[in-house]
């Protein structure tokens, strides 16, 4: 399908993107990769009337460290993520997830800041950067904000990004030492996860002293899995793992759709907690 007439930019700098940003208003939306904007345009579900191609800033691209943390670049592709040796290093449930994203030709072009930008909640990335008790950095026309993954997503398809504010960069906390798995199910193969999980875990002594369980498609946005959370301090095996794992959808909302019910996403949810689990944690 044809999509819908609309103006063209291709700012050079931050400040030249958030300045059209600021100009547009709602009317503008953000090019980036291009793999979740172009199919919504081919489709006409959104309309802008300005289009702003951030894929030429050289600055949103990379991967560095800054003490305790990784900070990569918003426009940094699914490919250079997963083949990046700090990400893998420092930050290895992030390189997992990614390398599971759609196919090689997605994973060129995709970027990590616009999956998160783009905000489905049935995406993997997202869930996994709550996981890691991620940040995410947006400049806009007062400056730079830092916003925790946390209150980042809220609601369907929509983040705390203001209309003039341009997502920059994606800030993780290194988990060396951590256990890590993702697991999703899907029915076809690239097809959307129709639930995932996302799971860390740290141990001391044989048991798991702490775990970070993200939820992929479970509500209107990713969630994190609290009551298993605290259920998994001091599991030492699969038994007590997969009682914990019982309690992976309390406080979710898990949608109907021609894929699932709520009720079928409820126990992927639980089913997948606990092999997610049991793999990060070497008990499997």
Request: some cysteine; charged content about 25%; overall charge negative.
């Amino acid at each position: 399908m044809i999509p819908p007439a609309f103006e063209y930019a291709r700012p050079q700098t931050v400040e030249e993107a958030v300045r059209l940003l600021g100009e547009a208003g709602d009317e503008a939306k953000v090019l980036a990769g291009g793999q979740s904007l172009l199919p919504l345009l081919r489709l006409r579900l959104a309309f802008p009337e300005l289009v702003v191609d951030v894929g030429r800033i050289p600055a949103l691209r990379g991967v560095r460290e800054d003490g305790d943390a990784l900070v990569i670049g918003a426009l940094t592709t699914h490919h250079d993520v997963i083949c990046d040796p700090l990400v893998r290093r420092h930050a290895g449930l992030l390189a997992a997830a990614t390398a599971t994203v759609a196919d090689p030709a997605v994973r060129h072009r995709g970027t990590l800041g616009g999956s998160l930008a783009h905000a489905d909640p049935a995406g993997d990335l997202p869930a996994v950067v709550l996981a890691l008790d991620g940040e995410l950095v947006a400049a806009g026309p007062n400056g730079r904000r830092t916003v925790p993954a946390r209150e980042f997503f809220v609601d369907y398809l929509q983040s705390a990004l203001d209309p003039d504010e341009l997502l920059i960069e994606v800030r993780v906390p290194k988990t060396d030492g951590w256990g890590f798995h993702y697991e999703k199910f899907h029915r076809v193969a690239q097809d959307w996860a129709i639930v995932g999980v996302a799971a860390l875990v740290r141990r001391e002594n044989g048991r798991i002293a702490e775990a970070r369980v993200g939820l992929t498609n479970m509500g209107a946005t990713p969630l994190r899995a609290s009551a298993a959370e605290a259920a998994l301090a001091g599991a030492d095996g699969p038994g007590p793992v997969a009682r914990a794992a019982g309690a992976a959808a309390e406080g979710t909302r898990p949608g109907q759709d021609a894929s699932a019910s709520p009720e079928y996403r409820t126990h992927l949810a639980r089913v997948l907690t606990e092999r997610a689990v049991l793999t990060a944690a070497g008990m499997g």
